[in-house]
Each structure stands twice: as C-alpha cells, then as structure tokens.
C-alpha cells in the first residue's frame, strides 16, 4: 500500500509530465499501428479517395480522442467552463490556457499519423491516382476516357494484371509519391518553426499573465484531487460510523462470540473532525451541491 501511495503521490506531484510521456506514448503508438497496418487499396474509381482519405483522417481523430480521454484536464476544464459562478469567479484566461495545453497534448499523435502517412505516400496515391493529368504520361494516350479512369485507379495495385506491365504504372506512383512527401516534409517544416516561433517569442509576451494562467489552472486541477481524496476518506468514515451503529443494536450477541467492539468515543477523534456533525444523507448531499454551485472564495 505504501508504494501504490508513494507512486499515486508522484502522479499527483508530476501530472504534467506524465501527461507528456502518454502523449509520447501514443505518438510512437500511432507509427507502429501504421507501419503493422496491411494497406489494401481497392483500386476502384468510386472507392479509392475514400479509403485513402479515411486512413488518413479517422485514426487521427480516434487518437484525437484518445489523448483528450486520458488528459484528467479536459474533465476538469470542462468543469471549471460549466459550473455555476457561485461565491467564485470564472476566468475565462485560465480555461483558455487550460483548453490550449489540452489540445496542444492531444494533436501530438494525429500529427505524427499523418505525418508518417504522407512520407509513406501509399494514401495519397490510392486517393489522387484517379485524378491525375493523363496526358502527362506516355502510356495513357491511345485508350478511351473510361479505360484511362481505370487504369489510373489501378495504379496503386502494382499486382493487378493490367498493369504490370504498363510503364507508366511507376511513372504516377512516383509523381504521387513525390508530392505527398513535399506535403509531408512541408508540414513538418511548418510545425518546427511554429514550435520554434513560439518558444523563442513568448519571453516577449506579458509573462506575467501566462505565469497567472498556468498557476491557476494548477490550484484547480490539485484542488479537485484534494476534494476527491477528501470526498473518499469522508465517505469512509460515514460508512464505519453507520455500520458501527447498525452493529452497535447487536452488541450483547457480538460478545457472545467473543468479538469486540471498540468503546465508545475510542477512535472517534479523528472521525468527528473530518465528519464535522454530518449525520445523514441529505446534508452529505447538501454540502455537495453547496461545493459545486457556490465554490468559496480563495
């Protein structure tokens, strides 16, 4: 129990960078579902944009999701947004800050997915081939409309046997591929200098602001950890309380069986402290809603 607490404690102290390594985590876990994953284009005319597109763009949003799942913050931005002003006011600089940390940890693994998927450019040529110029190519010029919308639908399947032997199957393969990695690496250049840009031009942002905002949020997310640990230990203590008392009609029988029940007043200290002359339901209920509609002030 001691570690399970020691570790518990170091999640709590550290909630920030754990954070960082799950969102690592499921970064690297989005290159491996990639590289593991069979793709299969159907190399028909109607259905290719759409299976491309769709690898592209769905996995990015379910590990979109998944990053927002596990981020404890969203919950607890999405609280702070929502209650009501009550005793203690909203500021909407700190759910600002809040949202933007958030969704800044939850596109790191989109991004990487569709990052690897455009240096691998197997999802964009399946999605363009149909579109691509023919007169641009050698090997389309003698067929018909409809042969040539075929045949470039096909070109993603390179087992296909009529193209197998069409040399300009390669041809746009490789203008695809080229392009799709451009658009790969231009993206990544454009993240590294926003990241770059804002690093090195934030110091010339009113700091003190920021450094409001981000403590803040902090007090709000360890406040709510606080508040549930404290909800936890009270309910405890009301459960003893009202099992000692259900217990307590039954003594005489209990001490038949040479079981003993604690003396009265015996350990009660602490209870009374935490519990404060809560005694039934209703006012555990009315203090809940007191937390949550009219927050004390700081």
Not at 163 to 189: D, E, H
Not at 243 to 256: A, D, P, V, W, Y
């Amino acid at each position: 129990m001691d570690r399970l607490r020691m570790i518990f404690q170091y999640f709590q102290s550290n909630s920030e960078s754990v954070m960082n390594g799950i969102c690592g985590l499921l970064a690297l876990a989005s290159v491996k579902m990639y590289t593991c994953f069979d793709f299969s284009c159907p190399c028909l005319p109607r259905y290719n944009m759409a299976y491309g597109l769709g690898i592209m763009f769905v996995p990015p949003v379910a590990l979109f999701l998944c990053g927002l799942i596990l981020n404890r913050q969203s919950l607890v931005m999405l609280e702070e947004w929502r209650r009501p002003q009550g005793h203690r006011k909203k500021d909407l600089a700190v759910i600002r800050y809040m949202c933007s940390s958030i969704m800044q940890r939850a596109m790191i693994a989109p991004v990487v997915w569709i990052i690897v998927t455009l240096l691998d450019g197997k999802c964009l040529i399946c999605a363009f081939s149909g579109f691509v110029d023919p007169e641009k190519f050698v090997g389309f010029a003698n067929t018909s409309l409809v042969q040539v919308q075929q045949l470039l639908a096909k070109v993603p399947c390179k087992d296909d046997e009529l193209m197998r032997n069409n040399t300009s199957r390669k041809a746009v393969s490789r203008y695809l591929r080229c392009w799709s990695q451009a658009l790969g690496w231009s993206i990544l250049l454009i993240l590294v200098v926003a990241a770059f840009l804002a690093r090195w031009l934030r110091p010339c942002f009113d700091q003190a602001t920021l450094l409001q905002a981000r403590h803040w949020s902090n007090y709000i997310d360890i406040e709510q950890k606080i508040f549930e640990e404290t909800c936890c230990e009270h309910s405890r203590l009301f459960a003893h309380k009202c099992i000692f008392h259900f217990f307590e009609s039954m003594r005489q029988e209990i001490k038949l069986h040479s079981f003993s029940l604690p003396r009265e007043g015996e350990g009660a200290e602490g209870e009374k402290d935490l519990l404060q002359g809560i005694t039934d339901q209703d006012q555990v209920n009315n203090l809940l809603k007191m937390w949550y509609c009219e927050k004390p002030p700081l």
